[in-house]
């Protein structure tokens, strides 16, 4: 049973408009969440983080919410360019393992259109 | 700049072989990861190691094992290749719940 749930495989959007990229977790143990990047034929690389005492994490073009009564996480990216076209992995720390696992979702493929 | 090295970008094994795909970090970090990637799946944990000649069982452990006789390198063997094995193979290491992967080794079992 997947414990971190993206359950859109894909997602198209027009250069310069918002992505939004939507994750689920059913552990509400887990405190601390990530998204990771993915270019084709490389490994993921990190992209932004949030601690479960945060709502809300921001890094540039990028903007992770997290809402813990709906366990619910998503990444926003604003504007699109078509250089963040790549497979976007939501993850979790397992506090479980002291932090040493880390659970992924299925990961969603954003194509953005010029 | 930090960096995880896998050997292979592309392996192609014969079913039964024993197969090794190695991973070095040159970060110090005490946590290192192997994942697989498979479509639709996700990463899915097969073994980590939290320190020297340290192992322990991720989520999908069968037909795998692992060895950790250096900090900065830790190694995947699969004992007998199955076509079943095919995917791309991700080793990380990680500090403070953050991971660095490395490029990926796509191996393909025949």
């Known amino acids: 049973d997947q414990q971190v749930k993206q359950n859109s495989p894909s997602l198209s959007v027009q250069e310069g408009r918002i992505s939004i990229l939507n994750c689920d977790y059913t552990?509400?143990?887990?405190?601390?969440f990530l998204w990771y990047k993915k270019y084709p034929a490389e490994g993921p690389t990190f992209l932004i983080s949030?601690?479960?005492?945060?709502d809300k994490n921001e890094d540039g073009r990028f903007t992770v919410f997290l809402n813990k009564s709906a366990k619910h996480l998503s990444l926003h990216i604003v504007p699109s360019q078509p250089g963040d076209s790549a497979v976007y992995f939501c993850a979790a720390s397992d506090p479980g393992t002291g932090g040493f696992k880390t659970i992924f979702g299925a990961g969603t493929r954003l194509f953005v259109k010029a | 700049d930090v960096k995880v090295t896998q050997s292979s970008r592309y392996l192609v094994k014969r079913t039964g072989e024993k197969v090794f795909l190695e991973c070095v970090q040159d970060m110090d970090h005490e946590n290192m990861f192997w994942y697989r990637q498979d479509p639709g799946l996700g990463l899915r944990l097969i073994y980590f190691s939290y320190d020297v000649k340290m192992k322990e069982k991720g989520d999908i452990p069968e037909g795998y094992s692992v060895s950790r006789e250096k900090k900065e390198r830790f190694s995947l063997i699969l004992e007998s290749a199955s076509t079943n094995q095919t995917s791309m193979y991700l080793c990380?290491?990680?500090?403070?719940?953050?991971?660095?992967f490395g490029q990926g080794t796509r191996l393909t079992v025949v």
């Open positions: 990380a290491s990680s500090l403070q719940g953050q991971a660095f």
């Open positions: 949030i601690s479960s005492i945060k």
């Open positions: 552990n509400s143990m887990f405190d601390y």
